[in-house]
């Protein structure tokens, strides 16, 4: 099957700043790629999803202005969470549609946060 | 939107018995069905998937069953082993749009 790269997969940062998590599509060109977040023992919610080359469409309740997702080539998606605060800490997944597929969602290994 | 409501939260079952998890869904539009077997830290794996074309679908001791009128499909385990012991989620899609996740369910299988 089709493989999603998901970079980095532990990130300690301190409040305040700036992380940045890549999602990259290694055998496949992805149209869309969406970014879920996951609460320790909940289940995953959609975050955003992201279209190559157009702005992101962001789901009811998520800060616009505080996860930053672009999506500038068919196989690369970041998602950047500014100005971490602790209850940005969780663990964010991306995952990705291929062009030619006829549906199944291929997800990255997943991206642990904690802010201290 | 839709909305997937999955049941039992946590399910305990003996190695060798079979184990079920039902999920219903609100839209009626939805046409795809993935399963996905969650271990702790891990990314979600597809372990199966239907489509609504598609009543039933089996693979070894992992079965699905749909029921588009009752909106309902359920993910059925045979001969469980303690590797089997993860968090599973269903859920449910319309075309290619997102990918609605149920809450998933903590299955544990005792030796």
């Known amino acids: 099957g089709a493989v999603v790269s998901q970079h980095p997969s532990r990130v300690i940062c301190k409040s305040g700043t700036s992380v940045k998590i890549e999602c990259r599509s290694l055998?496949?060109?992805?149209?869309?790629m969406f970014w879920y977040r996951q609460f320790p023992k909940k289940s995953l919610m959609l975050m955003a999803t992201?279209?190559?080359?157009?702005?992101?469409?962001?789901e009811q309740g998520v800060e616009k202005d505080k996860f930053l997702i672009n999506h500038a080539s068919l196989t690369l998606s970041t998602l950047t969470v500014t100005s971490a605060h602790p209850e940005d800490s969780s663990f964010y997944i991306c995952s990705a549609i291929s062009q030619g597929n006829t549906g199944e969602l291929f997800f990255g290994e997943g991206s642990r946060l904690t802010v201290l | 939107g839709e909305n997937v409501e999955q049941h039992p939260s946590t399910l305990s079952v003996q190695e060798g018995d079979s184990a079920v998890i039902k999920c219903t869904y609100s839209d009626s539009a939805s046409n795809y069905f993935p399963w996905y077997k969650q271990e702790l830290g891990k990314r979600p794996q597809l372990i199966i998937d239907i489509r609504s074309n598609v009543g039933e679908k089996k693979d070894q001791r992992i079965a699905v069953t749909l029921n588009k009128t009752a909106k309902h499909f359920s993910l059925h385990i045979t001969e469980t082993q303690p590797e089997d012991s993860a968090v599973y989620f269903c859920a449910a899609r319309t075309g290619f749009q997102k990918l609605v996740f149920g809450t998933g369910t903590r299955l544990l299988v005792s030796p």
């Open positions: 055998d496949f060109q992805a149209t869309t």
């Open positions: 992201s279209n190559e080359g157009s702005k992101a469409t962001y």
